[in-house]
């Protein structure tokens, strides 16, 4: 099976941050049988990441998508991925309450609405939920086609690949 890694946002584009996701994400597939077939950094726009989907289709089975998942207005990834996808967003209760136990324990500020409407999430996609943050991953399988978005946070995603993705990944018997 082949995969494309394509990485959302600005700051890489700017090179205000170094793109670290790609090559945890090239390594720890590589090392279950999947192989690379392109990696592509682009900024935080619906049309950016919808052409991104459409030309992947053409080439793999497998997208994994990292950033473009926080609360704030340019983090368009989500909403892009439910129009793709002609999904809606749904609030999640399972979601909710993990963001509202992540700000009782650890932040001072008190939750708002934009971290409530983190749990607002796809309803055709498989919620991965974020165990350290309040980005949660999404997993959408379509045509044989799986397409699954993570946190731009270099930990967050590396945590959710680790315990999450790969095992299921590993499932799958024509990866091995």
Request: a positive charge; hydrophobic letters at 40%.
């Amino acid at each position: 099976m082949k995969a494309e890694l394509i990485t959302i946002g600005d700051e890489i584009l700017i090179g205000q941050i170094v793109n670290t996701n790609s090559v945890f994400l090239a390594k720890v597939l590589n090392k279950i049988g999947i192989e690379i077939a392109q990696i592509t950094s682009i900024s935080d726009e619906s049309t950016a990441i919808t052409e991104a989907l459409d030309a992947s289709s053409k080439r793999v089975e497998l997208v994994i998508l990292t950033g473009g998942l926080g609360p704030t207005k340019d983090d368009l990834t989500k909403h892009t991925l439910c129009s793709y996808f002609n999904d809606t967003l749904l609030e999640n209760k399972e979601v909710l309450a993990h963001i509202e136990e992540i700000f009782k324990k650890y932040v001072t500020t008190p939750i708002n609405d934009q971290n409530r409407q983190q749990a607002l999430l796809p309803s055709k996609a498989k919620i991965l939920i974020n165990d350290y943050g309040t980005a949660s991953g999404m997993w959408f399988r379509k045509n044989k086609r799986n397409v699954i978005s993570l946190p731009g946070v270099p930990f967050e995603m590396k945590h959710l690949m680790e315990k999450k993705v790969i095992p299921k990944l590993k499932k799958y018997s024509k990866f091995h």
